[in-house]
């Protein structure tokens, strides 16, 4: 409440001056342009990069529990969220489901050998809260479920690659949604209790933990315009309602950690946020305003509490708090941290995971306030350039100096954290898609992690390592099986779900050998043409 009634005052003339627009009026809170340089010059932009990544550098690649394991009724396994959506029907293409997907349940030893062939050091995966806890409490410990994912970490280790395991990847138990859900502040108490259960069950062995993949999506998706499970549509409140709560609970699930497990089990743990990197549409002040609200909302809406001060990115608190006045509501549709909070929240992390794919362009918008939702309330209008090379997903262009820029924006806001880029990847593209031979896919993942390297190269960027999304070809939510991201082709019409290494397979084996591009004598400084 303090938050939103220190700005009351300001508004008394300003927001019921006739003659002034609801543009003007939130313009009138930030006026001035932003510290960071969003036009900056990226030395060698256009340039290729010659040199090799930092000794110990992490390379891995990536999968989740709904997306390839199936047996979604097996051996005591619950029901959970994307169980029922997908079962609903008309809410996915084809009406595709993960009742087997890539059937990794029955042939994880095959992913397995797929790891040991690429030579990767570490597979992030993520655990099936359902598969552990029949109904997502600790009254019904799946012992089958435990022992399943026993068996996938000894064998990880047993070839020489570290699990980075994910507690949570969009699959919450069903049951729980029953009781609200992320909507529920008991949510918290659930999530915490299942967190300790796996660091109790796997701990020994798990040295790099993330407690929740892409809190936007689980938040905007879920609980604000319903298109991804379990469907909610509360536009207006339920995405900062849920938000809120998953924060708490990540902040939870880390002290518990900190205080119970950190001292003998001697791992990290941390969050995975997404973003795409948001650049002014002009050098207009408005649209470079615009876009850093953009970044504000997308990444510092999870970013700012965990690695900044425990509390909301101040632009995000003005805009949210003045359109709910604006509305009629006399409390800001965005929740507060207590000051308690605030200190429990800050500082929960041991590194910043962070997914990459894809940049959009921002100019200002005025949305008005008929229609509240987060969407609205950034007042900026979104688009790509048509000349962007495409990918099989309409969201996704290749644009590769975007993981540069936002690798710098991490490191200017939050001061240069331990980087560990959790996703990055690209769909086959139409003329790819079905085919071994992926020279998309090796195009885009030669030059967005080339830019990871100029990031820490030539932008002194703390990067510690890179997840590939993904081993294989899954099932990609709401577009079911029709986009493939894999590394691996995989047969979804044939019972045995075999799985056949593409093009890429080749060049991210040869890549984790060099643990880069090497410089060699005749490159002189280390750049030249690919």
Same mark, same amino acid.
């Given at each position: 409440?303090?938050?939103?009634?220190?700005?009351?005052?300001?508004?008394?003339?300003?927001?019921?001056?006739?003659?002034?627009?609801?543009?003007?009026?939130?313009?009138?809170?930030?006026?001035?342009?932003?510290?960071?340089?969003?036009?900056?010059?990226?030395?060698?932009?256009?340039?290729?990069?010659?040199?090799?990544?930092?000794?110990?550098?992490?390379?891995?690649?990536?999968?989740?529990a709904y997306q390839i394991e199936g047996g979604w009724n097996l051996d005591g396994?619950?029901?959970?969220?994307?169980?029922?959506?997908?079962?609903?029907?008309?809410?996915?293409?084809?009406?595709?489901?993960?009742?087997?997907? *890539?059937?990794?349940?029955? +042939?994880?030893?095959?992913?397995?050998?797929?790891?040991?062939?690429?030579?990767?050091?570490?597979?992030?995966?993520?655990?099936?809260?359902?598969?552990?806890?029949?109904?997502?409490?600790?009254?019904?410990?799946?012992?089958?479920?435990?022992?399943?994912?026993?068996?996938?970490?000894?064998?990880?280790?047993?070839?020489?690659?570290?699990?980075?395991?994910?507690?949570?990847?969009?699959?919450?138990?069903?049951?729980?949604?029953?009781?609200?859900?992320?909507?529920?502040?008991?949510?918290?108490?659930?999530?915490?209790?299942?967190a300790r259960f796996c660091f109790q069950q796997f701990g020994d062995r798990v040295?790099?933990?993330?407690?929740?993949?892409?809190?936007?999506?689980?938040?905007?998706?879920?609980?604000?315009?319903?298109?991804?499970?379990?469907?909610?549509?509360?536009?207006?409140?339920?995405?900062?309602?849920?938000?809120?709560?998953?924060?708490?609970?990540?902040?939870?699930?880390?002290?518990?950690?900190?205080?119970?497990? +950190?001292?003998?089990?001697?791992?990290?743990?941390?969050?995975?946020?997404?973003?795409?990197? *948001?650049?002014?549409?002009?050098?207009?002040?408005?649209?470079?305003?615009?876009?850093?609200?953009?970044?504000?909302?997308?990444?510092?809406?999870?970013?700012?509490?965990?690695?900044?001060?425990?509390?909301?990115?101040?632009?995000?608190?003005?805009?949210?708090g003045i359109k709910s006045k604006m509305e009629g509501r006399n409390v800001s549709?965005?929740?507060?941290?207590?000051?308690?909070?605030?200190?429990?929240?800050?500082?929960?992390?041991?590194?910043?995971?962070?997914?990459?794919? !894809?940049?959009?362009?921002?100019?200002?918008?005025?949305?008005?306030?008929?229609?509240?939702?987060?969407?609205?309330?950034?007042?900026?209008?979104?688009?790509?350039?048509?000349?962007?090379?495409?990918?099989?997903?309409?969201?996704?262009?290749?644009?590769?100096?975007?993981? +540069?820029?936002?690798?710098?924006?991490?490191?200017?806001?939050?001061?240069?954290?331990?980087?560990?880029?959790?996703?990055?990847?690209?769909?086959?593209?139409?003329?790819?898609?079905?085919?071994?031979?992926?020279?998309?896919?090796?195009?885009?993942? !030669?030059?967005?992690?080339?830019?990871?390297?100029?990031?820490?190269?030539?932008?002194? *960027?703390?990067?510690?390592?890179?997840?590939?999304?993904?081993?294989?070809?899954?099932?990609?939510?709401?577009?079911?099986?029709?986009?493939?991201?894999?590394?691996?082709?995989?047969?979804?019409?044939?019972?045995?779900?075999?799985?056949?290494?593409?093009?890429?397979?080749?060049?991210?084996?040869?890549?984790?050998?060099?643990?880069?591009?090497?410089?060699?004598?005749?490159?002189?400084?280390?750049?030249?043409?690919?």
């Amino acid at each position: 409440m303090a938050t939103y009634l220190k700005y009351s005052f300001l508004w008394l003339f300003i927001l019921f001056h006739p003659k002034i627009s609801l543009l003007e009026k939130l313009q009138s809170l930030r006026h001035q342009s932003p510290a960071f340089n969003y036009h900056q010059e990226l030395p060698l932009k256009d340039d290729f990069l010659w040199d090799a990544f930092p000794s110990g550098f992490l390379w891995g690649t990536a999968t989740s529990a709904y997306q390839i394991e199936g047996g979604w009724n097996l051996d005591g396994k619950g029901v959970n969220i994307w169980d029922t959506f997908c079962h609903k029907g008309g809410k996915i293409t084809n009406n595709d489901t993960g009742d087997v997907a *890539c059937d990794t349940y029955h +042939r994880f030893k095959e992913d397995i050998n797929m790891l040991r062939n690429l030579e990767v050091k570490t597979y992030r995966f993520s655990l099936s809260w359902s598969r552990l806890l029949s109904n997502g409490t600790l009254a019904t410990v799946n012992t089958p479920g435990v022992q399943f994912y026993k068996n996938l970490i000894d064998g990880l280790l047993a070839t020489g690659i570290q699990p980075m395991v994910s507690l949570y990847h969009w699959d919450l138990p069903q049951p729980l949604e029953d009781l609200g859900g992320w909507l529920n502040p008991d949510i918290i108490r659930y999530f915490n209790d299942y967190a300790r259960f796996c660091f109790q069950q796997f701990g020994d062995r798990v040295k790099y933990w993330i407690t929740f993949n892409e809190p936007l999506v689980i938040t905007l998706g879920g609980y604000g315009s319903g298109f991804m499970a379990p469907g909610v549509q509360q536009p207006a409140e339920g995405s900062y309602k849920a938000a809120h709560n998953l924060i708490r609970a990540h902040a939870e699930a880390w002290h518990t950690y900190d205080k119970e497990f +950190r001292g003998s089990q001697k791992g990290k743990v941390s969050i995975t946020l997404s973003s795409d990197w *948001c650049e002014p549409f002009t050098t207009k002040l408005e649209d470079v305003l615009a876009a850093n609200r953009a970044m504000e909302f997308m990444l510092g809406w999870f970013a700012q509490p965990i690695y900044g001060d425990g509390d909301y990115p101040d632009v995000m608190k003005e805009y949210v708090g003045i359109k709910s006045k604006m509305e009629g509501r006399n409390v800001s549709r965005l929740p507060e941290f207590t000051k308690a909070e605030k200190k429990k929240i800050s500082g929960t992390f041991d590194f910043f995971g962070i997914n990459h794919y !894809t940049t959009d362009l921002i100019e200002n918008h005025d949305r008005g306030i008929s229609h509240p939702s987060w969407d609205n309330d950034q007042n900026i209008a979104s688009h790509q350039n048509s000349s962007w090379p495409p990918s099989g997903s309409s969201w996704l262009r290749e644009v590769p100096w975007g993981m +540069r820029k936002l690798l710098i924006w991490i490191k200017y806001k939050y001061g240069n954290p331990d980087v560990i880029v959790t996703e990055n990847g690209v769909s086959d593209d139409d003329e790819h898609r079905g085919s071994l031979l992926d020279t998309q896919r090796i195009r885009y993942l !030669t030059n967005y992690i080339n830019n990871v390297l100029k990031a820490i190269k030539l932008d002194g *960027c703390s990067v510690a390592g890179y997840t590939l999304w993904s081993l294989m070809d899954n099932f990609e939510w709401t577009s079911g099986f029709t986009e493939t991201f894999g590394l691996h082709r995989v047969n979804f019409t044939d019972p045995l779900r075999p799985r056949n290494a593409k093009a890429s397979v080749a060049f991210y084996r040869q890549l984790i050998r060099n643990n880069g591009w090497p410089r060699s004598a005749d490159q002189g400084q280390g750049l030249g043409d690919l």
